[in-house]
């Protein structure tokens, strides 16, 4: 996997948890909201090795963008999961072979970054390009089960009217938020233990979970709700974790 196809998954994740369409209406969103993300897509940009590879790389995050802001939003519909596709391999793909097929400027922005970083101890640490790939992949599957998880969850237990709810039949927010924290560490846990490797602690981090809130299982609709959360939070860190072993593997 080449970094630009590596910089348009990460600049798209990381530019919808950074910022939400919902977020400062006094600046005109969505507008303001695309040219942060866009900002991000630019920044990226400017380190890679080519200038037509940034030019393809911000016009690439420029559209994803627009299908995001326009059709995509939040929520478990079509939409939504053909803007996962149109992210994680139609587009990445198509940058691929546009890269194989075009010429090659030298970017000398990206050799005076790369001489930078040889200068900074953490940055020195990784020695090679496959390492650096290899770290984006993960922070890039990390912001998947941040972001993206957490959206498709809620969509879903909304859907199957499984949401906690308190003694007045209401959609209780405090556990709802309390099981949002939960799931955040929970899937970060999972996923990184998948990435690496140690399958074994995923059992342990389920058990706990399961133990700490044994005796809430009492309550039906509770334990429905935990049951279907856990699983479908255990199905995504899988899959992200699955993408980036995979993904890794091409690189």
Known sequence: MTLIEIYLVLGFFLGRLAIRRNQFPEYGAPVFVAL?????????????????QTFMLILAGGLLLMYDLIWMR???????????????????????YLVEISPNSANPLSDALVDFGEN?????????????????????GFLFTLR????????ILARISAEPVDQNNQTDEDEYNRGRLIGYLERTLIYFLLVFGYYAGVMFVIAVKSIARYREFKNRDFAEYFLIGTLV????????????RLASSLI
Request: glycine share 6%; net charge positive; proline share 5%.
């Open 120 to 140: 900074l101890t953490l940055l020195s640490a990784i020695r090679s390009p496959e390492m650096l790939k290899f770290i984006l992949l993960v922070i890039t």
């Open 36 to 52: 942060f993300r866009l900002g991000i897509y630019i920044f990226l940009g400017i380190t890679l090795p080519g200038f037509e």
């Open 148 to 155: 993206e998880s957490t959206v498709l969850i809620r969509d």
């Open 233 to 244: 939070s255990l199905l995504l860190a899988f899959i992200a974790a699955l993408y980036v």
């Open 74 to 96: 939040d929520g478990a519909r079509p939409s939504f999961f053909l803007g996962l596709l149109l992210v994680l391999i139609a587009f990445p793909s198509l940058l691929r």
